[in-house]
């Protein structure tokens, strides 16, 4: 009787764990996540490493840095929790892009349903031009109370102002290689490794695969002076990028993400 009532309680313990939205992952975590198999080659600097000053002299035209501790997002990060998103956006069209460079193809589906069915871990095999990703394309009239809950990242480059792209998705899910504007990005929820390469360095990919696919079948065999630039970032990073260089992402868990591009 003593081990039958002990089981229940251990059950009962495990039950409340997994329902808790606070659990601090808000709620995102799932059953499968990719183990962080690299190393991180990127300078990372907290807020008494750089000033605004160096940040521009050193950073901002010539290499990625990762900035940790600058921002406090814990009310935005709790107004993202699975439970209070689907809540407040549940009812609401997203509109998903093809996860592929050129992201061919648009789908509107309601967040609800992109939560429930939609959002995924990667498969292996699957083409980045049918694997579909929320990022990006967002309705900032419908999701202002969310966004004007977000302290964005610390320091912006002369004459710009930012814009941001905001997303979730699957273990083992990203973008593959492509380039753009200068800008952050950051996870509020998850883990996500960076892959860049500097604007005079084309990498290697195929616009249609995946990342997870380039992770796996084509890193493994570059030579050493093709290796990429890397770093894993988790929630109270951001990740600087500058004007052109190539990146790709890989989300290593359930992942909550915001990116602002700096134009
Ligand atoms: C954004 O949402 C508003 C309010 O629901 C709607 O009127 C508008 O058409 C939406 N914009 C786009 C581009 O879908
Ligand atoms: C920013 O804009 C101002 C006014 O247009 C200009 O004088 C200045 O040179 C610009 N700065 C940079 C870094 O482009
Ligand atoms: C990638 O996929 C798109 C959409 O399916 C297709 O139109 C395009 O030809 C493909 N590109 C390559 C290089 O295979
Ligand atoms: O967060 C991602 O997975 C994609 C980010 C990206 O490619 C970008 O910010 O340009």
């Known amino acids: ?13 495990l039950c409340g764990l997994k329902a808790d939205p606070e659990d601090g992952e808000g709620g995102w975590s799932s059953d499968f996540s ?3 198999e690299g190393v991180c080659n990127i300078d990372v600097l907290d807020r008494s490493q750089i000033s605004y000053q160096e940040f521009i002299q050193r950073y901002a035209y ?11 997002n814990t009310k935005f990060r709790l107004l993202c929790s699975k439970s209070s998103l689907l809540e407040e956006f549940g009812s609401r069209t997203v509109k998903l892009s093809t996860a592929n ?7 509107d589906v309601s967040f609800q349903r992109y939560v429930d069915v939609l959002l995924r871990p990667q498969a292996a095999d699957a083409l980045g031009s049918e694997t579909l990703y929320f990022f990006g394309d967002n309705n900032f009239t419908e999701w202002k109370s969310l966004f004007d809950q977000y302290e964005s990242p610390p320091f912006v480059l002369p004459n710009t102002s930012g814009a941001f792209s905001f997303g979730i998705a699957g273990a083992g899910t990203g973008v593959p290689f492509h380039w753009h504007g200068p800008g952050y990005s950051e996870v509020v929820y998850g883990r996500k490794r960076w892959f860049l390469y500097p604007p005079d360095k084309e990498p290697h ?3 249609n695969r995946t990342t997870l ?10 030579p050493e002076e093709e290796a990429p630039l890397e770093c894993t970032i988790r929630p109270g990073e951001v990740l600087y990028f500058p004007d052109r260089w190539w990146h790709a992402t890989l989300n290593l868990d359930t992942s909550v993400f915001i990116s602002t591009f700096l134009g």
């Open 205 to 207: 990919f195929h616009p």
């Open 62 to 72: 010539s290499r990625p840095v990762v900035l940790r501790g600058f921002t406090d």
């Open 34 to 36: 990719l183990q962080d």
């Open 101 to 107: 460079t050129f992201s061919y193809r648009k789908v």
């Open 213 to 222: 696919s380039w992770v796996t079948e084509t890193y493994p065999n570059l």
């Open 1 to 13: 009787m003593e081990l039958k009532a002990a089981q229940v309680v251990f059950l009962c313990f």
